[in-house]
């Protein structure tokens, strides 16, 4: 059966995303913080361009992903600090979109942890948002969508690499 993203909400603040990989953790793990691997797997939509993947993985540390839509501009800008890094085991950050430059409300905590067994890594991301409302609109925006290409993509690229 093909891996694929599992997506719950046990609270009315948070949003909970479960993937399998079959590649070991310190390879899911890098996949999630090495800007050159990020560039690879992480979702654009048609005709966007990822066009800034900045990464200081270490507490306090901060990152910044930009990207430009079909006419160049700048689109949509993620950022954050991280709060907590185990390599490769954990990571907390905060995490603020901005949709054409404007802001959204408030910041979300995202946690995400990786387990592996049998040399098959389990990625579970948390998210704690500010508000039901904020939590709602990440849903509506079809985010689960975007994640899911996103890792089936991840999963491609790392069975090139664990199958080398």
């Not at 909400?9 to 390879?27: G, N, Q, Y």
């Not at 006419?71 to 993620?78: E, F, L, R, S």
């Not at 954990?90 to 949709?99: D, N, P, S, V």
């Amino acid at each position: 059966m093909k891996n694929t993203l599992k997506v719950t909400t046990p609270t009315d603040r948070e949003i909970v995303m479960t993937r399998d990989f079959d590649a070991p953790r310190h390879m899911v793990w890098e996949a999630m913080v090495k800007p050159d691997l990020i560039k690879r797997w992480l979702f654009l939509p048609p005709g966007w361009e990822m066009t800034t993947c900045d990464e200081d993985v270490r507490v306090g540390g901060s990152y910044r992903w930009a990207w430009a839509g079909l006419d160049g501009k700048t689109a949509m800008v993620m950022h954050g600090v991280y709060r907590e890094v185990v390599p490769p085991e954990r990571i907390a950050r905060t995490e603020i979109f901005e949709m054409g430059c404007v802001p959204q409300e408030g910041e979300q905590l995202v946690t995400i942890v990786f387990t592996e067994q049998a040399g098959k890594t389990t990625l579970t991301l948390t998210a704690l948002y500010p508000s039901k409302e904020a939590r709602d609109g990440m849903i509506a925006s079809g985010m689960e969508r975007g994640v899911s290409a996103g890792y089936d993509k991840m999963e491609a690229m790392l069975a090139m690499s664990v199958n080398k």
